[in-house]
Antibody
Framework: EVQLAESGGGLVKPGGSLRLSCAAS????????MNWVRQAPGKGLEWVSS????????YYAASVKGRFTISRDNAKNSLYLQMNSLRADDTAVYYC?????????????WGQGTLVTVSS | DIQMTQSPSSLSASVGDRVTITCQAS??????LSWFQQKPGKAPKLLIY???TLETGVPSRFSGSGSGTTFTFTISSLQPEDIATYYC??????????FGPGTKVDMK
């Protein structure tokens, strides 16, 4: 069974940093591109970042480029999101999402999410 | 970047009703379109991909159609457990991958 478990969320002050983690199990982690998608309270879904299988390519939404860094450790079956210079509008539930092998961006499995709150 | 719109933003329907949601892309997305269902407090769930392919295990009352820039999502006979918000999402070419703003479906 595919499982994606996010952790690392919490309350942080504006300008602060946070590192999210996603522990993957139940599939060959190194074979799939991975993503972060977020959802602000009461709002819609927003793609944040993607990383290919060997970390060769990393993509970011314009809203987080230069502040967030996606990474992965295939030996540990883990995905990460380093978030710096956090702003109030980064407040959201952050989901770890697995791509299908069929197509990049086909979001096949989602974790339950971790809440990040940016507030003074 | 490709923009996605959805209509309506919300709707109310009765059990057994046929429900239709439309999603429009700002350019041709080559049928690289998914539909997700999200219930309150839960993660989104993939229902349909490639515009019309039903994900394994998803009830057949859900369907998708369309091509190019205009796509439709249909629930043939609304059930109480279908109360949720539905999102379309395009995955044509490289990121950014974009979502529609969502359609909230509730019971009349």
């Amino acid at each position: 069974e595919v499982q994606l478990a996010e952790s690392g969320g919490g309350l942080v002050k504006p300008g602060g940093s946070l590192r999210l983690s996603c522990a993957a199990s139940g599939f060959s982690f190194s074979s799939h591109s991975m993503n972060w998608v977020r959802q602000a309270p009461g709002k819609g879904l927003e793609w944040v970042s993607s990383i290919t299988t060997s970390s060769d390519y990393k993509y970011y939404a314009a809203s987080v480029k230069g502040r967030f860094t996606i990474s992965r450790d295939n030996a540990k079956n883990s995905l990460y999101l380093q978030m710096n210079s956090l702003r109030a509008d980064d407040t959201a539930v952050y989901y770890c999402v697995r791509d299908s092998l069929a197509a990049p961006g086909l979001f096949e499995y989602w974790g339950q999410g971790t809440l990040v709150t940016v507030s003074s | 970047d490709i923009q996605m719109t959805q209509s309506p933003s919300s709707l109310s329907a009765s059990v057994g009703d046929r429900v239709t949601i439309t999603c429009q892309a700002s350019q041709d997305i080559n049928n690289y379109l998914s539909w997700f269902q999200q219930k309150p407090g839960k993660a989104p769930k993939l229902l349909i991909y490639d515009a019309s392919t039903l994900e394994t295990g998803v009830p057949s009352r859900f369907s998708g159609s369309g091509s190019g820039t205009t796509f439709t999502f249909t629930i043939s006979s609304l059930q109480p457990e279908d109360i949720a918000t539905y999102y379309c999402q395009q995955y044509d070419n490289l990121p950014p991958f974009t979502f529609g703003p969502g359609t909230k479906v509730d019971m009349k």
